[in-house]
């Protein structure tokens, strides 16, 4: 059930960490910024794993997890490389990116992937399109997690010992549900389920994944997003949904900027809707999230920005002290309604 293209991948990725280990001291794990629960759950679940080989390994993150997150217990795998940069800018890691392969995307991480070594790199966003026997870059695949997921198995197989434990089981799967929107998303493969499966079996529970990646909320959050579904506006006879979120807005209610991260996608679930577009500020940049339904291609778009990502979900960002949101609006509306008509 599970595609012989993933294992064959997966082999190979497997066959490179364990060549990586003879040469390096550690793997050294990195995510994109603004976390997620796929880049979380991929590289906590990878290192989680590597260390169960035997293999030193950790995970570079600069910022704070959400507490939406704790459930996970991955504290003792994530440091902030910025705290001990002297010892690891000496030290002879092995870079290993999960869900993001460049450096731009990796926030203060980038300067110590781009370290001089060739990096591991497990992926699935469709806009990068590198080639290596050290890269497994799939487009197709629901998460960096779910291709994570095979890479352990293979290097269960060919180190002969059991090395995915529950808490590499909760962190896979986090990233399996999160980017599958509880299986809910069209990248939902039978594949994506059988993993699910297995991982359940390891002692991972979808219900507790699914209430604290995307159902629980702070009061105060529920009130900014109340205040916020009221500011929705429509374009292109209704075919784009739009939210400008102003600073004030989050000031008003005492929340960060990711308070709204379900936004897009509740506003692409309203009938009629093919596009919705969520605008905020974050650390002095104008962020914009795309999310398409059926037909609009939200990467390609998003890349005229100079962003990327997914067919039906990408983003980009643009320095606050150059645009405003509504430079920003106005520009992303007539660029989309000209490709919606
Ligand atoms: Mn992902």
């Known amino acids: 059930m599970i595609k012989d293209k993933y294992l064959v991948h997966a082999d190979r ?47 570079a993150i600069s910022e704070k997890l959400p507490d939406s997150m704790e459930y996970m217990g991955v504290d ?102 999160t980017d599958t929107g509880k299986f809910a998303y069209k990248n939902t493969m039978p594949e994506t389920l059988v993993c699910a499966g297995e991982l359940t079996e390891l002692g991972a529970r979808t219900s507790d994944i699914s209430y604290n990646m995307f159902d629980r909320k702070p009061r105060n959050v529920f009130d900014l997003v109340t205040h916020f579904r009221s500011k929705v506006e429509f374009h292109a006879d209704g075919q784009i949904a739009l939210l400008r979120a102003y600073e004030e807005d989050f000031r008003q209610f005492g929340a960060d900027d990711s308070a709204i991260d379900e936004m897009p996608s509740v506003m692409r679930d309203i009938e009629g809707v093919e596009l919705s577009v969520v605008l905020r500020i974050s650390e002095g940049r104008i962020r914009c999230n795309l999310r398409s339904k059926d037909h609009f291609d939200c990467s390609t778009f998003a890349t005229a920005f100079g962003g990327g990502g997914h067919m039906r979900a990408s983003g980009f960002n643009l320095p606050a002290e150059e645009h405003t949101i509504d430079e920003v609006a106005e520009a992303v509306i007539r660029k989309a309604t000209e490709r919606l008509r």
């Not at 960490?17 to 759950?41: P, Q, T």
């Not at 440091?79 to 995307?105: K, L």
């Open 13 to 59: 990725m497997a066959g490179q960490i364990i060549k990586a280990s003879l040469s390096h001291e550690g793997f050294l794990l990195f995510v994109h910024k603004n976390v997620d629960g796929d880049c979380v759950g991929a590289a906590c679940g990878m290192a989680q794993v590597l260390r169960n080989a035997g293999y030193k390994a950790g995970v």
């Open 76 to 177: 003792d795998l994530v440091f902030d490389p910025m705290d001990y940069a002297d010892r690891i800018s000496v030290s002879n890691y092995m870079p290993f990116a999960t869900d993001c392969s460049e450096s731009h995307r990796m926030g203060k991480c980038g300067r110590f992937f781009e370290c001089g070594r060739k990096p591991l790199i497990i992926d699935h966003h469709a806009s990068v399109s590198l080639k290596d026997e050290q890269f497994w870059i799939d487009g197709d695949a629901s998460s960096a997690s779910e291709l994570c997921y095979y890479t352990a198995l293979m290097l269960e197989e060919k180190t002969g010992r059991k090395l995915i434990d529950r808490r590499a089981a909760v962190c896979f799967l986090t990233g399996i549900v």
